[in-house]
Structure formats: C-alpha cells, structure tokens
C-alpha cells in the first residue's frame, strides 16, 4: 500500500538568461528543474537572498514563489502503482520529470520509494480529489 500526504514545498522562481540559467547550481537536498529556457525552480529550502547574490551584476529575477504550489507525497511500494493511474508519464528511476499527472500540469521528484507531485495551488483540490479516487485500491485507508 502507499501512503499520501499534503506538504506545503519550498519553491524558488529563478528567471535570467539562458547561459545564467545553465549556471544555477543548489545544495543537493534542493531538486534544480529547467523549466523553460529562461526558467528554473529549485524545490528545497533556499536562502532567496544567496541565491540571488550568487549572480552577482547578472539581470536576474529571483523570488520565493511557494505559495503558489502545493506537492502531494506518496511513499510505498506501491507509488508507482498510484502514479500509473493519474498519469501516462514514464517515471524516471530518479530524478524529476514534468507533464500531465491528473489531467493538468505537475512536477514530479522521483526518488527510491517516493514521489513527489508539484502542482499549481489551484489546482490542488483536483489532483487530491483525483489521486484519492483514481488510486483508491492502492493507497492506505
């Protein structure tokens, strides 16, 4: 059985020219996703002014942005088995990929035994709602 939990997560919006986005570099508890060429989130607990002095004079927006994400947390043996009913993305052995998990947009941490899904606070609801119904069998009552 796996077992599900709502976190609030640690978000931090980095936007800045591709070269400086190929430069963000994080502690290694801090997942670092390239979102988009100019975008990248780093999911872990940051210090946004660090951050922000590590490019120096470079023209870069950095922000704490978790309010806007919620993640769903699902451990077990059996969270792949929860994962393949909300989405048809294939999981990475670990990592992170991003898609459609739920019928909307997500981030998802692959680590061994775990599973994190990022999704946008509003749509937090939806993706509870679907991953308690669409995963029933699998999830611990």
Do not use: N, Y
């Amino acid at each position: 059985m796996a077992e599900v939990r709502v976190v609030a997560p640690t978000v931090t919006l980095v936007c800045a020219s591709i070269e400086t986005c190929d430069r963000v570099e994080a502690p290694a508890q801090v997942v670092v996703m390239r979102i988009a060429p100019r975008e990248v989130l780093l999911v872990g607990d940051v210090d946004v002014g660090a951050v922000r002095a590590s490019f120096g004079d470079a023209a870069v927006f950095v922000d704490d942005v978790s309010d806007g994400w919620t993640a769903f947390v699902i451990e077990g043996d059996d969270a792949p088995d929860v994962f393949a009913r909300l989405s048809e993305l294939e999981l990475p052995p670990e990592g992170w990929i991003q898609g459609d998990v739920a019928r909307t947009a997500a981030k998802v941490i692959v680590e061994p035994g775990r599973l994190t899904m990022v999704v946008p606070s509003m749509l937090a609801a939806h993706v509870e709602e679907r991953i308690r119904i669409d995963a029933a069998e699998v999830l611990s009552p």
